[in-house]
């Protein structure tokens, strides 16, 4: 199993540096409330030489897939062929809300989205016909899809963020690589199987391809204590999109009713610190790595074994200053090191 880290806009170049230091094997930034993806790689690839960098996730309605075809070959060509797309069709919420974008076929719309960004890098021009996609859209063709952008020999993988059963086996089927922004060991070895399903579709195998889940990583002899820079980060996860969000019901299925009850009622009542306050810590430890390092080393075994072939970082996650967020891309470092599982 490798390390990746997931950068936050705030340090995002000494973290990404600090990491490629670690030997981490990518650097990964998402796009959300804070910050889109390609700025802060662009930033990345200028001030590191080694790490792969890779977009976690781009999000597909905010960008025509001609544009994220465009920003992925001056990412890969500024960085000397390190960068990776990640795509992702985002929630209903997201889609309508900040792009305006009809949230329907997701899977459909992901199919022909990739099938064009592919075309295009390979060097166009693309011109399609597809249920969702069309271009030209409206008759006037004399100036199809090219990126003319001088790109390495390798070709750029795509990776997919997907969470459903049908989205999953889609991500097997036509993706590199598979990207979950919030799980656990038995949820990614569930997803590996659906995963296998869509590979077996495509006539391939899971060999060579990627199973990165993103997980927050807080580092005290405590557990409360190392939970405690995360629950910030866990409120906005439990707020997203009201009350019957993904992570609300993930953790109702692992039976912390009681404790989301609670934090939705503070939520509702105004009390942002007594929501957080509310979260259970159990439910933080299952989805996360908490404790101190030997702990750590321990629990990063059941990742491996659920099939993770890169485990993600996520010091975002960590409300805590930057030379702190330092200490745990080493602290997980030293737990991969410890466990005797670094590939």
């Known amino acids: 199993m490798r390390l990746a880290v997931n950068l936050p806009y705030q340090g995002a170049g000494e973290l990404a540096r600090e990491a490629e230091r670690l030997d981490y094997d990518i650097a990964f930034a998402a796009e959300g409330l804070k910050s889109d993806a390609v700025s802060v790689l662009g930033l990345a690839a200028g001030l590191t030489s080694r790490i792969a960098l890779a977009s976690g996730i781009m999000q597909i309605p ?29 929630n209903p919420h997201v889609s309508d809300g900040w792009y305006g974008v009809d949230f329907a076929h ?105 199973v990165i889940p993103y997980t927050a990583v807080s580092v005290a002899d405590d557990l ?40 939705q009622d503070r939520l509702a009542a105004g009390d942002r610190p007594g929501a957080a306050a509310a979260i259970p810590l159990d439910f933080i430890d299952a989805t996360a790595l908490l404790g101190p390092v030997g702990r750590i080393a321990d629990r990063m075994h059941a990742w491996a074994e659920a099939g993770v072939t890169t485990l993600s970082v996520l010091v975002s996650a960590n409300d805590t200053p930057l030379e702190a967020r330092k200490h745990t891309l080493a602290a997980a470092a030293e737990a991969l090191e410890k466990a005797g599982l670094r590939t």
Request: glycine content about 14%; aromatic content about 8%.
């Open 224 to 263: 409360a204590q190392a939970a405690a820079p995360l629950r910030v980060h866990y409120t906005g996860l439990l707020a997203i999109g009201g009350a019957d969000n993904f992570y609300c019901r993930l953790a109702r299925s692992m039976g912390f009713d009681a404790g989301i009850d609670a934090f």
């Open 62 to 90: 905010a960008r025509p897939p001609g544009a994220a075809a465009l920003s992925a070959a001056t990412l890969h060509a500024l960085s000397g062929g390190r960068f990776r797309l990640g795509l992702g069709v985002s």
């Open 106 to 210: 997701p899977l459909g719309r992901t199919r022909e989205y990739v099938d064009i960004v592919r075309r295009a890098l390979a060097g166009g021009p693309v011109r399609y016909d597809g249920t969702h996609f069309r271009l030209p859209a409206h008759g006037l063709g004399g100036a199809p899809l090219t990126i003319l952008t001088e790109r390495p020999d390798t070709p750029i993988p795509v990776y997919l963020g997907a969470v459903g059963p049908q989205s999953l086996r889609l991500a097997g089927e036509i993706a590199d690589g598979w990207v979950s922004g919030f799980t656990t060991p038995q949820l990614v070895a569930d997803s590996v199987t659906r995963l296998t399903a869509g590979r077996e579709r495509a006539g391939r195998t899971l060999d060579g391809f990627e």
